[in-house]
């Protein structure tokens, strides 16, 4: 059985930084393509971040140069570093992964997801 465990959600201040881990079990993403989302409610869950076919990271423009995204070398686990962190970051974030090395950061794409992390950001 396939299993996204994610952890390291949280309440931050504005300007503040947070790190978010997506374990994989059951499956080795090695090649795959597993990305991050986040939604709020009343809106659609959103691509935010995660690995090209190429292996160059994707980000959404809201996150882009203060989000990171990695993955460790053994590729079953998926990190985020956020940075710079704003209200609007505030948000449940969902680890997403697919069996194909091809990423499409639609959340109809992806087969297997994490039960999502609640990151709050205050002003």
């Known amino acids: 059985q396939v299993q996204l465990i994610e952890s390291g959600g949280g309440s931050v201040q504005s300007g503040g930084s947070l790190r978010l881990s997506c374990a994989a079990s059951?499956?080795?993403?090695?090649?795959?393509?597993m990305a991050w989302f986040r939604q709020t409610p009343g809106n659609e869950r959103e691509g935010i971040a995660g690995?090209?076919?190429?292996?160059?990271?994707w980000y959404a423009p809201s996150v882009k140069g203060r989000f990171t995204v990695s993955r460790d070398n053994a590729k079953t686990t998926l990190i985020l570093q956020m940075n710079t962190l704003k209200p609007e970051d505030t948000a449940i974030y969902y680890c997403?992964?697919?069996?194909?090395?091809?990423?499409?950061?639609?959340?109809?794409?992806?087969?297997?997801w994490g039960q999502g992390t609640q990151v709050t950001v205050s002003s």
């Open positions: 059951g499956y080795t993403f090695s090649g795959d393509c």
């Open positions: 997403a992964a697919v069996r194909s090395e091809v990423c499409i950061f639609l959340p109809n794409y992806f087969e297997y």
């Open positions: 690995f090209q076919v190429d292996g160059s990271a």
